[in-house]
C-alpha cells in the first residue's frame, strides 16, 4: 500500500523507507552534538569571563582586619579614655594628690558615675553629694609575690 492510500483491515502495514529514516536520525544525532558542543563552549566562556573580572576587588588591596582576641588587658597611661561600647561607659585615667584612679562615665542615659580607686569603688548616683557616693565598696589589694 501506497501513501495516503485507506487500509479497512488491521492487517495493512504502514511502508519504511530506511533511507530517509536513517537520515533524519543522523541529522538530528548531529543537531544534538553540536547544540551540546556549543552550549559547552559557551558556558566556559562565561565561567571565564566571571573568574577574571570577578578577581578584581577592590577591597582586596586593604588589610585584613586582626581577629577578636578573648581576654585582654591595657596598661593606661594618665590621660588615656577607653571606651566600652557594650556596656556604654567611657573611662579616663586621672588622679588626685599622686594616687591613680579610673573615673567612669556614662556616655548614654547614664544614672551613675563609677571612680575606681587602688582601695576602693566608689558609686556615684542621682541626687549624691560631691564627696557622698551612693555606693562605696573597699577591698585590698593583692600582694604580688
Given at each position: 500500500?501506497g501513501?495516503?492510500q485507506y487500509c479497512?483491515f488491521r492487517?495493512?502495514r504502514p511502508?519504511?523507507?530506511?533511507?530517509t529514516?536513517?537520515?533524519?536520525?543522523?541529522?538530528q544525532?548531529?543537531?544534538?552534538?553540536?547544540?551540546?558542543g556549543?552550549?559547552?563552549?559557551?558556558?566556559?566562556a562565561?565561567?571565564?569571563?566571571?573568574?577574571?573580572v570577578?578577581g578584581?576587588d577592590?577591597k582586596t588591596?586593604?588589610?585584613?582586619?586582626?581577629?577578636?582576641?578573648?581576654?585582654?588587658?591595657?596598661?593606661?597611661?594618665?590621660g588615656?579614655?577607653?571606651r566600652?561600647?557594650?556596656?556604654?561607659?567611657?573611662?579616663?585615667?586621672t588622679?588626685e594628690?599622686?594616687?591613680?584612679?579610673?573615673?567612669c562615665t556614662h556616655?548614654v542615659r547614664?544614672r551613675?558615675?563609677?571612680?575606681?580607686?587602688?582601695?576602693?569603688?566608689?558609686?556615684?548616683g542621682?541626687?549624691?553629694?560631691p564627696?557622698?557616693?551612693?555606693?562605696?565598696?573597699?577591698w585590698w589589694?593583692r600582694?604580688r609575690r
Amino acid at each position: 500500500m501506497g501513501r495516503g492510500q485507506y487500509c479497512p483491515f488491521r492487517t495493512c502495514r504502514p511502508t519504511i523507507r530506511w533511507g530517509t529514516s536513517l537520515q533524519k536520525l543522523r541529522t538530528q544525532k548531529l543537531a544534538i552534538g553540536v547544540g551540546t558542543g556549543f552550549g559547552v563552549v559557551l558556558t566556559l566562556a562565561a565561567v571565564a569571563a566571571l573568574v577574571l573580572v570577578g578577581g578584581k576587588d577592590s577591597k582586596t588591596k586593604t588589610p585584613a582586619r586582626p581577629a577578636p582576641r578573648g581576654r585582654v588587658i591595657y596598661t593606661l597611661r594618665w590621660g588615656d579614655v577607653v571606651r566600652d561600647p557594650r556596656t556604654g561607659t567611657r573611662c579616663e585615667a586621672t588622679g588626685e594628690g599622686g594616687v591613680p584612679n579610673l573615673y567612669c562615665t556614662h556616655t548614654v542615659r547614664g544614672r551613675y558615675e563609677a571612680v575606681f580607686w587602688s582601695d576602693e569603688l566608689q558609686v556615684y548616683g542621682p541626687g549624691s553629694g560631691p564627696f557622698e557616693p551612693t555606693f562605696s565598696f573597699k577591698w585590698w589589694r593583692r600582694l604580688r609575690r
